[in-house]
């Protein structure tokens, strides 16, 4: 199973910027989804960006010309650059992607759905 662990959350200022990592564990991963999603305190959780293999991204309304998501294809890590934060961006942020994974016992290729464990994002007023 293919494991997602975020990391770069904490607190920062408003007008601050921060970038969120979600790193994969594994080998012979291939991810064709990346998303973000964010929960706040009280509210459902809801969805951020998308990026797909091909290169094309999409942004909720509220994060659209402030937030980047992308990836580093070496190492299969995806990132979020959050600029120009807001107090309403607190939230704990998770990472979702999802794709095929190649076992390397059996090599047989199994698609994947797997979600990170959340990193905490407050932006302070």
């Known amino acids: 199973q293919v494991q997602l662990v975020e990391s770069g959350g904490g607190l920062v200022q408003a007008g601050g910027s921060l970038r969120l990592s979600c790193a994969t564990s594994?080998?012979?991963?291939?991810?064709?989804?990346m998303r973000w999603y964010r929960q706040a305190p009280g509210e459902q959780r809801e969805w951020v960006a998308t990026?797909?293999?091909?290169?094309?991204?999409m942004y909720a309304d509220s994060v659209k010309g402030r937030f980047t998501i992308s990836r580093n294809n070496a190492n299969n890590t995806i990132y979020l650059q959050m600029n120009s934060v807001k107090p309403e961006d607190t939230a704990v942020y998770y990472c979702?992607?999802?794709?095929?994974?190649?076992?390397?016992?059996?090599?047989?290729?199994?698609?994947?759905?797997?979600w990170g464990q959340g990193t905490q994002v407050t932006v302070s007023s």
């Open positions: 990026l797909k293999d091909v290169g094309n991204t």
């Open positions: 594994g080998r012979g991963i291939s991810m064709n989804a």
């Open positions: 979702n992607a999802e794709g095929i994974v190649t076992s390397s016992t059996d090599y047989r290729v199994r698609p994947f759905n797997s």
